[in-house]
């Protein structure tokens, strides 16, 4: 029918659209941000705007400290909870806990930071030592964020193991939690992986919440413990985009800095799609 | 220690990762209300900020209730077509593929990139200047990902039976959507567009770069006006304010931005679970 | 040792040269991909009268019933070659409207499959798609459809209720009533009974009996007493070939093949 030809074009059009976004993306940022990205831009030691010093090396480092913590810390708490909801947990137990789990994806994470600020770094600053603003307060406060996703992600791939695994091993002999780990989490395992990668492709692109809280120091420096205080790549963007004068190369820089972003965020994506794809075919 | 005791300490274990993991929900929403209730009054809800931390933050309500409102006015039709379009016309072929594949990079994309995106190409390049505009379809970008997954998953959902139902009947395949798939489908729909919303009424670093200063003391008049929001308003203060009540009003936002957010979200878990029990014996 | 079945009273005095012809199957083929699931079917299947087709597990019968209104075209790799006659129109031609033909032919499906909706609107779902009635017309078109199913009486009240409310024999009478909304000549039957209670079953073939003077039955079973109890001509189909089709007390107490005869005694199944 001819109704038919044309609505399935019109909707193609429309899914398309996603696709035509992500090029425009990549294309506006490369194009304002390729005359910077120099080995000199992401090597150097120095981000100095007013004296046109552009080197990212030491907020590449002070992401990545922030994220990898954070990824640690969440995937310690959320592997277990998501085992649980998946193996341990009556049905009504785990609804309620997945809706929870839901709507914390969505808090702003400008209440986060805000929180973060007045009451996670005063008390690391009255408790632990330094300013409070610091690497610690960015990985629990980000380990928080991330933690729903990768609870999501890891708890699909435990419930998508086969049921029959489980009861060849209970009727074995076997305990459940024996079951869990010699079973099901084995089989399990590369959906975990992807969704740890997944959580730290969604860490690195946290912006609001880690920024009020890990310092921003005008003139990063290579972190030397949990206590400094360091500059995120997502809040380099935020603080300076709106005094940094319309063509200089100082808003070059700061698209430089938007382009390794996407680029590292989408490599990390693609990783855990090749990751699961990898247990598809086994 | 033998099997059975070891699987009790683990289950204590997992008990104790459980609870620590969604614990920061009510200490968050009682730390908001326990602080913020003491800003809210006629005069904060319905006045305006002057001076930078006094004042009211009525501009910035309609600001952030306008941006959502737009936003999911732009995003989600087009998400739910894109998802009608993934979910029952795709081939398994190279394009599908690849469609799909961008689109899942749209989902992961930090929302500060989106942010410089729109400003780049909005703000700057097609000259929307920075307004409810801009801040709108820059959501809507941030929106579309989120909508399209939540769609297509509530068709796919869509009982196989009642497309053949519909089909034997001679009904075309694009009827058969329309009056038979949609309509179920719809709850699904509606909790995923909802929980867009709730996420984008949150969503900081987007409206930073493209829908205004955050402390506007005036609600936007035309789509080309720029516009305060609730969550630049929270963020300025928070992060400069240095009068105490400037961080009380930052608290009264905070609570009004949360009871804005839990509302849309509650009410799409609520629609899910209530038409969850009615689709289908 | 061998099993006696109950023919039913119409087929006692039924004799297959004095019907006319209503669905003709000549030649007809069919693949999925490379599997050949209907080699060589020739049928003519008569008009108001209860026609069965019965056979073991894989034998071709419902994909047989569904190239009738042509819903084996959902499947990609289905490919047929032959023609199939409704009234001496081929079916198969390419320039024939399966959307029109499916007008033409009712469907019941194995499983009852209401749609999500009231019982109003099951029933009112043909019409309306179809534009063919609106307002007081389709009350009467779906009141019609409800008592030709022998579901009025028991629904009558309660027409904005939802349809999952209903037993699931309630449902399955809902579906044919459905199917009867849009004026078929033709309602085909796969396997109807199979997920009901035996007392739904008994209502459903008493059905089948008061449909086929208005109608052409054609009934998918796996249930050899069904086939005896309400058909007046039965098909035996094994590994896609119709092996034997004939006046139902014919292939039932003189089956001609041997084949059939096991399949009747039970020797295999």
Redesign the interface.
């Known amino acids: 029918?001819r109704?038919?030809d044309m609505?399935?074009r019109?909707?193609?059009l429309?899914?398309?659209?996603?696709?035509v976004?992500?090029?425009?993306?990549t294309a506006?940022?490369l194009q304002?941000g390729i005359k910077v990205l120099t080995p000199g831009f992401l090597f150097g030691m120095t981000w100095s705007p007013h004296r046109e010093l552009f080197g990212i090396f030491p907020t590449i480092v002070g992401t990545l400290g922030v994220v990898v913590g954070a990824v640690v810390i969440a995937t310690?708490?959320?592997i277990?909870?998501s085992?649980?909801?998946s193996e341990?947990?009556p049905f009504w137990v785990r609804n309620i806990?997945k809706?929870?789990?839901?709507?914390?994806?969505?808090?702003?994470?400008?209440?986060?930071?805000?929180?973060g600020?007045?009451?996670l770094v005063p008390f690391i600053r009255d408790h632990v030592g330094g300013r409070g603003e610091s690497i610690l307060a960015g990985w629990i406060v980000l380990a928080?964020m991330i933690?729903?996703n990768l609870?999501t992600i890891a708890e699909d791939s435990l419930r998508a193991v086969p049921r029959s695994y489980r009861e060849a091993s209970l009727a074995l002999g076997a305990?459940?939690?024996?079951t869990v780990r010699n079973v099901v989490l084995p089989s399990a395992s590369s959906g975990i992986r992807a969704a740890l990668v997944?959580g730290v492709?969604?860490a690195?692109?946290?912006?609001?919440a880690v920024l009020?809280v890990v310092g921003n120091p005008e003139t990063p420096w290579i972190p030397t413990g949990i206590l400094d205080r360091v500059r995120m790549l997502?809040s380099t963007?935020?603080i300076e985009?709106s005094y940094a004068e319309?063509g200089s190369t100082h808003q070059h820089a700061?698209?430089a800095i938007?382009v390794v972003?996407?680029f590292m965020?989408?490599a990390?994506?693609f990783i855990a799609?090749f990751v699961i794809r990898r247990r598809n075919i086994q | 220690m033998n099997e059975v005791q070891k699987e009790k300490l683990v289950r204590a274990l997992l008990y104790a990762a459980v609870a620590l993991s969604i614990v920061m929900l009510p200490i968050i929403v009682v730390w908001v209300t326990a602080n913020g209730v003491g800003a809210i009054s006629l005069e904060f809800l319905t006045g305006r900020p002057y001076r930078f931390e006094y004042g009211g933050i009525y501009p910035q309500i309609v600001g952030s209730l306008y941006l959502v409102s737009l936003c999911t006015l732009l995003g989600g039709p087009l998400g739910i077509a894109s998802a009608i379009y993934l979910a029952e016309y795709a081939p398994d072929n190279v394009v599908t593929r690849t469609v799909r594949f961008f689109t899942e990079t749209l989902a992961g994309m930090p929302s500060i990139v989106i942010g410089l995106f729109g400003l780049q190409f909005l703000v700057y390049y097609l000259k929307l200047k920075t307004s409810l505009l801009a801040g709108a379809v820059s959501l809507s970008f941030l929106m579309l990902p989120w909508t399209i997954r939540a769609s297509e998953e509530a068709i796919k959902v869509v009982p196989r039976e009642y497309r053949e139902a519909s089909l034997a009947m001679g009904a075309t395949k694009w009827q058969t959507i329309l009056r038979v798939v949609l309509p179920a489908a719809v709850p699904g729909i509606v909790t995923g567009v909802l929980l867009g919303m709730g996420k984008a009424i949150g969503e900081t670093a987007v409206v930073w770069l493209t829908a205004g200063s955050g402390l506007e003391a005036f609600v936007p008049r035309t789509l080309r006006s720029p516009t305060g929001s609730l969550p630049m308003y929270i963020y300025l203060l928070a992060t400069q304010g240095h009068t105490a009540e400037g961080l009380q009003n930052a608290f009264g936002a905070s609570l009004v931005l949360l009871v804005m957010f839990m509302a849309m979200s509650v009410s799409a878990l609520l629609i899910r679970n209530h038409y969850l029990r009615k689709l289908g014996p | 040792m061998s099993k006696t079945y109950m023919i039913n009273g119409d087929a006692a005095a039924f004799s297959p040269r004095r019907a006319n012809d209503k669905v003709v199957f000549k030649g007809f083929n069919l693949w999925y991909g490379d599997n050949h699931v209907l080699k060589d079917v020739n049928a003519a299947i008569k008009s108001n009268i209860v026609t069965a087709f019965m056979g073991p597990s894989g034998c071709g019968k419902s994909t047989l019933l569904r190239s009738i209104d042509r819903m084996n075209d959902i499947i990609p790799s289905c490919r047929t070659t032959g023609d199939v006659y409704i009234d001496r129109r081929n079916i198969y031609d390419t320039d024939e409207d399966v959307y029109t033909l499916r007008k033409t032919v009712g469907m019941v499906f194995q499983k009852p499959n209401p749609f999500p909706m009231s019982i109003y609107d099951n029933i009112a779902y043909g019409p309306r798609l179809h534009k063919t009635a609106s307002g007081d017309e389709l009350d009467k078109i779906v009141e019609e459809s409800l008592r030709g199913a022998a579901l009025w009486d028991e629904v009558k009240d309660r027409l904005r209720m939802n349809a999952f409310g209903l037993s699931g024999g309630q449902q399955q009478r809902l579906c044919i009533a459905r199917a009867l909304s849009i004026n078929p000549e033709i309602i085909l039957m796969d396997e109807p009974c199979s997920a009901l209670d035996p007392i739904a079953t008994m209502k459903i073939e008493a059905l089948m009996r008061e449909l086929k003077e208005r109608y052409t039955v054609v009934l998918v079973t796996h249930n050899l007493q069904q086939a005896a109890r309400v058909s007046e001509m039965t098909a035996f189909m094994y590994l896609g070939e119709i092996i034997e089709f004939g006046a139902t007390r014919d292939v039932f107490e003189n089956p001609r093949n041997g084949l059939t005869e096991n399949y009747i005694t039970g020797r295999f199944g």
């Not at chain 1, 429309?14 to 696709?19: D, F, G, H, Y």
């Not at chain 1, 809706?99 to 929180?115: A, L, Q, R, T």
């Open positions: 029918m109704t038919g609505v399935s019109i909707l193609f429309c899914a398309s659209l996603s696709a976004i992500v090029f425009l993306i506006f940022l304002e310690v708490i959320g277990p909870s085992i649980f909801l341990f947990s806990i809706s929870s789990v839901e709507v914390i994806v969505g808090i702003p994470s400008v209440v986060i930071g805000f929180f600020l007045t009451v928080f933690l729903p609870i305990t459940k939690w024996q997944l492709g969604r690195m692109g946290e912006t609001m009020m997502t963007i935020a985009f319309w700061l698209f938007g972003l996407f965020v989408a990390l994506n799609t």
